[in-house]
């Protein structure tokens, strides 16, 4: 007990002792001497005394107050050992010896766990804090310290103490964790009163660096013998020059080989083309070879697994609907009605053909999972009704499994439109999943009006312009749009492309139209087609030239030439309202063939003005696009169709800058492709005039729908076709249309196998730690294995089955062996991997009847994340460690005052007594001796003892 204090609630009360004092004493000593010494008189007066100091005490509120010092207190210093920390190490240490300093003298219990991958206790909890920074230098260092896990290093600290409730974890670290969860270990010591406290320091010096950190491929699904874009990243932290090899199942491949790469800071791409020869696993690995220091993390391996997905089920509504796909699906011809042009440039698919109203035909998830992809080929939404859930069962498929679901157009017996039926597909299931939405409308115009403004257009010929432009606003749709130019020497954009519902601000800039000189059509035509170009809502683009071509020579010419390519490309139309122009006229020879030849019309005005409105408002007639649309279209590439296709590159008709593709169709069916936020991974693949979807596909959850709006069955999609009196080919008889077709089906096939299995597995964790989550059914006598096999050497093959020993130079161990004997569930195990590489893992699933199924599932490791010097930033680091220590009540401190960690903590105990009870006892005796001293003749022990050696020696 130290620090004993007496303190009084109502002091003023002592101020009675002195009253009680002299009515005690004063009549004692006015007594004469002889009666005043007796001891009968002496010790009632004391007692009476004391009894008045216990009695004033008592109304004055006395307490005692006094202080216990707490040997409970406990703190464990998690200190971070990983290589990391190397080049800190001491400021680290001495951040420990502040803590240890800071601790001594107030009866703290003190230990040191060092980590790294694993923990080790390097000093157990001891009062003897001298000792205790000198036994942490001169323990050993965990076995693996190329990571961190810090959550391991709580929870083993979490174990050492005798007295959680007033304990606390302090971690000392650059908060650089790589492995499990530091969240989920404050939560756990939590539970257990435990504070958790972080005491963060950086690196005090950068080391330059370079380093791989990741390799890329298509996400989509792609096949061996396709170029595919693979793409390294590279973070520098200054600028280097590397060199950059990459290898295939460590094969080089060609070309490249020590490419010399010029870096800057910050992060740098380099994308090359591969072509995988064969299928099943590959390993990429991808090196650099340069002066920095850190080499581990120089090499990056990933790997692909190229499998072949090709069953497939068409579900039709007629016997006919297929006749030509399925031989082109199966590389045959079909009884003599087409020819199979393909040869051997792709692979047969496994085909199965049932009719919706088939009784075995599929109808839920688990018959669907069958397949990797479904055709729903001609069939009626009010066919797929009468199936009940059928609609939400081919959703799931898609949404929630990746299947690839392509839908295909026809018409019923009547020769009415069956599948794309507007009013069937309204609000459907199958409308909510597809990438357009099928109704009539009218393709929405941008309009660029070009109007004359040179000296010769001046009067009554550009009032009459204008006059005209302000009439035409009425004929066109809200979500049209106009921009009005000047033309003249120089070009002047007076309106951009502005919404025609915003007339009062269309019709203000045409009155406000000026100016004088020359005429030249060739920029402001240039200027006029970007615009247009830039505004991706509208889908067709026309320029309106509005002037009497008062030109110079040159300009009919830098017309034609600048035109094709807008117009081939973008199809952006051209027309001229000729003012003073007359058929046969110079003018009307040099600009009336161009204007034909993209889209457009030479209009020539000669006397009567008033014709000019009427002029333009048919220039602006529109196309309607309709549920059923006939008439050929030459399909060509949408400008978002790059990368979408697998198996190569099409090959387009005319020059090799035609996006046009080699085949035709003689109709389509009417549709817009989503485009609002929900939809906006919809994207068009080929189109029509007005970027009109002709295939069109989406993400939809984890698989992908596509949607080809024409037929499959030949009324459309089989030429040959006469047009512009020569003959062309439909999508069923060229090679072109037939490759298209495998393309379509090939662009919507899952990224993994979606199929039913027995067995199923998934791999989840970071870093070293990886995770096995087996998906299978264990019934009584059933057995579960797995193996983990170097792919680099098959050799080196591990048990998962049950946990191994670590050993100090393990690259491959078990920490958790795979459990057999859950039933109906999954089971798990956990394993470690530091070696880079790649991994196969085998589970084998062995029934008590002898049957085996199993499942395999890769796993890639380049190096520790310990050495991603780009993987963390202060700020990150810093929040993670406040957030973790304040969900258990402590603190993150980032400075080297680590005296804050102590705030929470309690040395000593006080107490408080009252001692009224024990007052009055003592004053009950006090008055009981006083009575007895007083009425009986006491005698104290000492008189008795001396009367009885005075008897003895009178005897």
């Known amino acids: 007990m130290t620090g004993l204090s007496i303190t009084f609630s109502r002091p003023w009360y002592l101020l009675l002792l002195v009253a009680i004092a002299a009515l005690v004493l004063i009549p004692h000593f ?13 010790i009632p007066i004391v007692c009476h005394l004391i009894i008045a100091v216990f009695a004033v005490s008592l109304l004055a509120g006395i307490t005692f107050t006094y202080y216990v010092p707490n040997f409970e207190n406990e703190i464990i210093i998690a200190v971070d050992m990983s290589l990391t920390t190397d080049k800190s ?28 991958f694993d923990c080790s206790l390097a000093v157990p909890l001891t009062y003897d804090t001298d000792k205790v920074f000198e036994e942490y230098k001169n323990a050993s260092q965990p076995k693996d310290i190329t990571a961190t896990d810090i959550a391991s290093a709580v929870n083993f ?42 005491v963060y320091f950086d690196e005090e010096s950068t080391v330059a660096d370079v380093q791989i950190s990741g390799i890329s491929l298509p996400e989509r699904y792609f096949r061996e013998k396709e170029k595919v874009s693979v793409t390294v990243t590279l973070n520098s932290t200054n600028k280097d020059t590397v060199l950059l090899s990459l290898k295939d199942n460590d094969k080089d491949i060609e070309g490249v080989q020590d490419v010399r790469l010029e870096l800057s800071d910050g992060e740098q791409r380099f994308d090359f083309s591969y072509t995988f020869e064969t299928r099943g696993i590959h390993k990429l690995s991808a090196t650099i070879t340069s002066e920095n220091v850190v080499k581990v993390n120089d090499t990056y391996n990933t790997y692909v697994n190229i499998e072949n997905y090709n069953k497939i089920l068409i579900i039709e509504t007629f016997d006919d609907d297929s006749d030509y796909l399925v031989p082109l699906l199966e590389g045959k011809n079909a009884d003599g009605k087409f020819d199979y042009l393909l040869g051997e440039s792709t692979e047969n698919f496994e085909v199965t053909r049932k009719k919706i109203t088939d009784a075995d035909v599929p109808k839920t998830v688990t018959e669907f999972l069958m397949y990797d992809e479904i055709i729903i080929n001609n069939v009626s939404v009010e066919s797929m009704n009468e199936i009940e859930g059928f609609q939400t069962q081919l959703e799931s498929y898609v949404k929630e499994y990746g299947g690839g679901l392509f839908t295909v157009g026809g018409n019923d017996e009547n020769g009415v439109v069956n599948l794309y039926r507007t009013s069937d597909l309204s609000g459907s299931v199958l409308q909510r999943m597809m990438p357009v939405t099928i109704n009539n409308y009218s393709p929405k115009i941008g309009i660029m009006y070009i109007i004359d403004v040179s000296g010769s257009m001046q009067g009554d010929s550009i009032t009459r312009a204008k006059s005209a432009v302000k009439t035409v606003i009425d004929t066109l749709e809200p979500s049209d749009k106009v921009g009005v130019m000047t033309l003249a020497s120089t070009y002047e954009k007076i309106l951009p492309l502005t919404s025609a519902s915003e007339k009062d601000k269309i019709i203000k800039a045409v009155d406000n139209l000026g100016g004088n000189g020359g005429t030249s059509y060739t920029e402001s035509v240039a200027t006029a087609a970007s615009t247009l170009l830039a505004d991706t809502s509208i889908d067709r683009r026309h320029i309106v030239i509005i002037s009497d071509c008062q030109v110079a020579q040159s300009e009919p010419g830098a017309v034609d030439s600048m035109m094709k390519g807008y117009y081939k490309d973008s199809e952006i139309t051209l027309s001229i309202i000729g003012i003073g122009v007359t058929e046969g006229s110079n003018e009307y020879n040099d600009f009336a063939p161009i204007c034909k030849k993209y889209g457009g019309k030479l209009y020539p005005i000669s006397g009567n003005y008033e014709d000019i409105s009427n002029l333009l408002r048919e220039d602006v007639k529109r196309d309607k696009i309709l549920n059923s649309n006939t008439g050929l279209v030459h399909p060509k590439y949408a400008a ?15 020059s090799s800058s035609s996006n046009e593709l080699g085949f ?41 729908v596509g949607s080809f709006m024409c037929d499959l069955k030949g009324n459309w999609s089989k030429g040959p076709f006469e047009t512009d009196g020569k003959t062309e080919g439909g999508l069923y008889d060229t090679v072109y249309g037939q490759l298209f077709v495998y393309k379509m089906l090939y662009s919507l096939m ?47 093959r591990v048990s998962i089955n049950k946990a191994s ?58 190096y520790s994340a310990e050495y991603d010097e780009f993987k963390y930033d202060t700020a990150e680091v810093k929040g993670r460690l406040t957030t973790a220590s304040a969900r ?42 006083e009575v007895a001293v007083r009425k009986f003749k006491f005698k104290w022990p000492h008189e008795i003892i001396r009367k009885i050696k005075q008897d003895k020696e009178q005897q």
């Not at 978002?640 to 005319?654: F, K, Q, R, S």
């Not at 994207?683 to 993400?699: H, Q």
């Not at 062996?817 to 880079?836: C, M, R």
């Not at 400075?895 to 006892?921: G, H, Q």
């Open 888 to 929: 258990t009540g402590g603190v993150m401190i980032d400075d080297e005052d680590v005296s804050k960690v102590f705030a929470t903590f309690v040395t000593e105990e006080s107490f408080n007594y009252d001692p009224r009870y024990l007052f009055m006892i003592l004053s009950l005796v006090l008055f009981l001796i």
């Open 30 to 42: 006015l007594l004469s001497k002889k009666y005043r010494r007796t001891r009968n008189r002496i």
């Open 157 to 198: 600290s979490a174990a050492l103490f005798e007295h959680p409730k007033s304990a606390k974890i302090i971690v000392v670290t650059d908060g650089k964790e790589t492995d499990n969860d530091l969240y989920a270990a404050a939560r756990l010591v939590t539970s257990k009163g435990i504070l958790l406290d972080s």
């Open 89 to 116: 190490r001491n400021k680290r240490d001495e951040l420990v010896n502040s803590i240890i300093e800071q601790a001594e003298g107030d009866n703290y219990k003190i230990g040191i766990v060092t980590f790294g």
């Open 750 to 796: 899952p990224s993994k196998d979606i199929k039913n299995k027995e067995v199923s597995v998934t791999l989840s964790g970071s870093n070293y730690v990886t995770t096995l989550e087996v998906f299978t059914d264990i019934k009584e006598g059933d057995t579960l294995t797995a193996v983990i096999t170097d792919t680099a050497d098959e050799n080196v």
């Open 640 to 654: 978002t169709a790059n990368g979408i296709y697998v198996g190569g590159d099409l090959v387009p008709t005319g």
């Open 664 to 704: 035709m169709i003689s109709g389509f069916y009417g549709g817009e492709l989503k485009r609002d936020e929900d939809d906006s991974n919809s994207y068009l693949a080929i189109t029509g005039k007005y970027e009109v979807p002709i295939y069109a596909l989406r993400d939809y959850g984890k698989g992908k």
């Open 805 to 862: 020993s670590l050993e100090e130079d393990a690259m491959i161990y078990v920490t958790k062996g795979l459990n057999d004997k859950n039933s109906n569930a999954s089971t798990s195990a956990e394993f470690v991997i530091k070696k880079p590489g790649v991994y196969r893992i085998e589970v084998t699933k062995k029934t008590k009847d002898g049957k085996e199924y199993s499942a395999e599932i890769y796993r890639s490791f380049s």
